[in-house]
């Protein structure tokens, strides 16, 4: 079985300030990780994915996730935000089983001026 | 190149009305899914597509039917329509496997009444 739980509905920060984004997830094996970013009235897109090898993953606008399988979690940041990432970001993890991946309940980001 | 595209982008059916959400990719992917999204419950999937002829269940399948009429398309339909299935429907697709990044639609926005 499969789970990610995503902390905190909303987050808000300030511009220019550190975002910290977290999500664990429960699997039996070792989990492939993803982010995705959803902009307002439109699909997912992928940030950045976790497979093998290094745990530090860096994606795209910026954004790292960390992989800590003692803690089993995979938490998004980025040094300093942008009005321009404000949106909504899911958390998922595969498994290994071919088609199924499981997303978070996603966190919608709010950047203050 | 369009990605993954469906039609239509809004739709509004009465209780006990069918429709088909109809979702087409063009690059060249093996597997496809449909996936409804609802407030704070994240992306659920629906039906997926490993390769063309084949199809199958995912968590929340019933009330729908899915149709791979070829490598690049990939429909649902809802044959009797219930409040319950009113959301934001997405249509994705990956190169083979959902290990892979998978590719989001830009959704289609359903209300039943």
């Known amino acids: 079985a499969q789970s990610v739980t995503q902390l905190g509905s909303h987050v808000s920060v300030s511009e220019g300030a550190l975002v910290l984004l977290r999500c664990n997830y429960s699997s039996s094996v070792p989990p492939y990780l993803f982010w995705y970013v959803q902009y307002p009235n439109q699909g997912l897109q992928l940030l950045l994915k976790y497979t093998t090898g290094a745990t530090l993953v860096k994606g795209i606008n910026g954004f790292e996730a960390e992989f800590k399988k003692s803690e089993t979690s995979f938490h998004l940041t980025k040094p300093s935000a942008h009005m321009s990432d404000a949106a909504e970001y899911f958390c998922a993890v595969n498994s290994g089983g071919y088609q199924k991946v499981t997303f978070g309940t996603g966190t919608k980001l709010q950047v203050i001026p | 190149n369009a990605g993954v595209t469906q039609t239509p982008k809004f739709q509004v059916l009465k209780t006990g009305q069918s429709m088909t959400l109809q979702c087409a990719q063009d690059m060249n992917h093996n597997s496809m899914y449909w996936y409804r999204q609802d407030p704070g419950m994240g992306l659920r999937l629906i039906y997926y597509?490993?390769?063309?002829?084949?199809?199958d269940k995912g968590e929340v399948p019933n009330g729908y039917n899915v149709s791979r009429l070829n490598k690049r398309e990939f429909s649902l339909r809802l044959e009797s329509a219930a409040p319950s299935q009113t959301s934001v429907y997405f249509c994705?697709?990956?190169?083979?496997?959902?290990?892979?990044?998978?590719?989001f639609g830009p959704g289609t926005r359903l209300t039943v009444l």
């Open positions: 994705a697709s990956s190169i083979s496997g959902s290990y892979n990044e998978q590719f």
């Open positions: 597509s490993a390769s063309e002829g084949t199809t």
